[in-house]
């Protein structure tokens, strides 16, 4: 068994401690508690709430039994243990047949939700380390709080562009397991079934609102529109600003019409808001269909297409890129 000296628990903290992203974080937390603790299975799960249910994403795993982490994702249903943790919102165990112990423990966001779980087997002669592994269980639940942080944009509390490629990755994964009703070709690939969607929203005329009422009123605004899409978007949803006058959303699975239907009550919303002093303002969307092969600049690149049209053509409205592709407003 590896011998815990103060100065290797040290060292593993200043190791995990300068990871400065989310994915890098979970990989070196659990690589290096399986390694300090002599843990023979460490790994890092999420869970993805769907249409169809809760399923688990197997981020990270470390140890001699890495390999035995799902590589697709699993109905939490499939798992007693971690769906009890969920439930409890508190850390549950159970011993195996050959008196090993697995435990799972929720890290819970600032928000007060399970945002993943610890998921560890000691050994019957380790038990003594179960310690160590709470101790930094709530280290990785604090550097977390921190990395959110810095991913939020600074004004609005949104997240940042710069967090977006990492969600996007981890939002692909994710919809590995959905059934897609279409083989890569936007154009003759129909609606039906759940997809996740991306969404840009553009303020209309905002230079003209800073160069009437001034930043501050412009930047009033922008915190405005950000509370609107709160409260018209699913904690699920991914909410990010991305500069300026631009917004970014991504939406969990759900169906096309209810994806316009999102969309479109938001719009409104914004359309009917008595913003203080600057009175009306409006957004344009456009929005798409993300496939599971989609890489980031591909989806941002059809939604743009989208939101473009909309700004061309009165601005105010909402459009979709596939409905757009298969009507020929965008052409071949």
């Keep these: 068994m590896v011998s815990i000296t103060p100065e290797s628990v040290l060292s593993s903290v200043v190791q995990i401690t300068e990871q400065r992203s989310q994915q890098h974080l979970e990989d070196c937390l659990a690589s290096t508690l ?28 470390a140890g001699s039994a890495a390999d035995t982490a799902p590589t697709e994702m699993v109905d939490i249903g499939s798992d007693p243990l971690l769906l009890d943790c969920m439930t409890m919102a508190t850390g549950r165990s159970e011993v195996l047949a050959d008196g090993s112990l697995r435990r799972a423990q929720p890290i819970i966001d600032d928000r007060g939700a399970v945002c993943a779980f610890l ?20 280290i ?38 959905l059934e897609i009703s279409f083989a890569g ?6 609606l039906d079934g759940e997809h996740h969607w991306l969404a840009m929203i553009d303020i209309d005329n905002f230079k003209r609102i800073n160069d009437t009422y001034g930043h501050v009123f412009g930047d009033e605004v922008l915190l405005l529109l950000a509370a609107l899409m709160r409260k018209a978007f699913r904690g699920v949803d991914l909410l ?23 969309f479109e009550r938001f719009r409104a919303a914004v359309a009917g808001y008595p913003f203080p002093q600057v009175g ?26 989208a939101l ?25």
Excluded at 240 to 262: D, I, K, M, Q, S
């Design 280 to 305: 009306s303002v409006s957004v344009s969307i456009g929005f798409v269909r993300i496939q599971p092969e989609d890489l980031p600049s591909v989806a941002m690149g059809s939604a743009d297409k």
């Design 119 to 138: 998921v560890t087997l000691s050994s019957s002669g380790a038990l003594d380390r179960l310690a160590l592994i709470d101790s930094f269980a709530a």
């Design 34 to 61: 399986a390694g300090l603790a002599g843990l023979p299975f460490c790994a890092i799960c999420r869970p993805t709430p769907t249409a169809k249910g809760i399923f688990l994403d197997y981020v990270s795993a």
């Design 240 to 262: 990010f600003r991305f500069g300026g006058e631009e917004f970014v959303v991504l939406l969990a699975p759900t169906t096309f019409t209810n994806a316009a239907l999102v």
């Design 308 to 332: 473009y049209f909309a700004k061309a053509n009165g601005r105010d409205q909402v459009q979709s890129y596939e409905q757009l592709l298969a009507n020929g407003s965008l052409g071949a």
């Design 140 to 177: 990785y639940r604090n550097y977390l709080v921190i990395l959110r942080d810095a991913a939020r944009d600074t004004l609005t509390g949104l997240k940042n562009r710069k967090t977006f490629d990492e969600n996007f990755a981890q939002i692909v994964a994710s919809s590995r397991h």
């Design 185 to 190: 070709n936007r154009r003759t690939g129909h």
